[in-house]
């Protein structure tokens, strides 16, 4: 159910948000592919989002990006881990086109009523899960950016609303 409201909300933010590229006025600042259309919500995976900025060519080609990059990082990858990788969705994204920015939208509701457990720090422990969630996918990104020379970044951003 909070993904009904959060495309709501985030299609009312794209139809509604009237900051626009500085060489370009009638451009949007953000684009949400997700909630270009109201009736309609697609979620995007990452392979989805690595075609938008342009950063690999061909499939096989991402494939051997990806198994290059975890073995620069010493993690072996089977041919499923390599598939997972590539179809993770975030629960939204966003890019500005004129700064090169992609942000990973978590959508989440604020838990009130647990401040804290014997575990710690509920927040805090959701925020150290978000964080990990998308780590290697943000840090995939950056790095083909650098090394394809286009200027792209990754951030992930964690939204909360109150859903009644």
């Given at each position: 159910m909070h993904r009904g409201i959060w495309h709501e909300r985030l299609t009312a933010i794209n139809r509604n948000s009237t900051e626009t590229n500085d060489d370009c006025e009638t451009r949007k600042k953000w684009y949400f592919p997700s909630a270009v259309i109201e009736a309609t919500h697609m979620e995007w995976i990452v392979r989805q989002i690595l075609v938008h900025l342009g950063l690999f060519s061909t499939l096989r080609r991402l494939t051997e990006e990806i198994?290059?990059?975890?073995?620069?990082?010493?993690?072996?990858?089977?041919?499923?881990?390599i598939t997972t990788f590539q179809s993770r969705r975030p629960d939204e994204v966003a890019f500005n086109e004129n700064d090169k920015q992609c942000v990973f939208l978590e959508l989440t509701r604020p838990m009130n009523s647990v401040a804290s457990s014997d575990d710690g720090d509920w927040a805090e422990r959701k925020e150290s899960e978000k964080n990990a969630r998308y780590a290697l996918h943000r840090y995939f990104i950056n790095h083909l950016s650098t090394q394809k020379g286009k200027p792209w970044t990754s951030e992930r951003y964690i939204c909360s609303t109150v859903v009644c």
């Open positions: 198994v290059q990059f975890h073995e620069n990082l010493n993690i072996s990858l089977t041919d499923k881990e």
